[in-house]
Nanobody
Framework: QVQLVESGGGLVQAGGSLRLSCAAS????????MGWFRQAPGKEREFVAA????????RYEDSVKGRFTISRDNAKNTVYLQMNSLKPEDTAVYYC????????????????WGKGTLVTVSS
């Protein structure tokens, strides 16, 4: 099994930045595609960003393109989500996920999930 632990969430003003981290353990990190999802109050969980095993393929949800950057450091078994120009609508619990392939990186297809970290953006 894989254990995923998110960190870096908190309260930030609109226009500010946060960097989320997800530390993985229990399996060889480099074997997994990694991703971030979020769930806003009263909304369903949605895809945010994903990165392939080697980091060569990246995709984002349209609303975060140009503002968020996903990256990974396989030597540290960690995936990051740098969030800039934050907006109140970015407020959500952010979840880290792992999947055996990028094609499985979805709400129903991801193999492992973290417990989430709360990001609150005030206006």
């Amino acid at each position: 099994q894989v254990q995923l632990v998110e960190s870096g969430g908190g309260l930030v003003q609109a226009g500010g930045s946060l960097r989320l981290s997800c530390a993985a353990s229990g399996r060889i990190f480099s074997n997994y595609a990694m991703g971030w999802f979020r769930q806003a109050p009263g909304k369903e969980r949605e895809f945010v960003a994903a990165i392939s095993r080697g980091g060569g393929s990246i995709r984002y949800e349209d609303s975060v393109k140009g503002r968020f950057t996903i990256s990974r450091d396989n030597a540290k078994n960690t995936v990051y989500l740098q969030m800039n120009s934050l907006k109140p609508e970015d407020t959500a619990v952010y979840y880290c996920a792992a999947a055996w392939s990028s094609s499985r990186m979805s709400l129903n297809g991801a193999d492992y999930w973290g417990k989430g970290t709360l990001v609150t953006v005030s206006s």
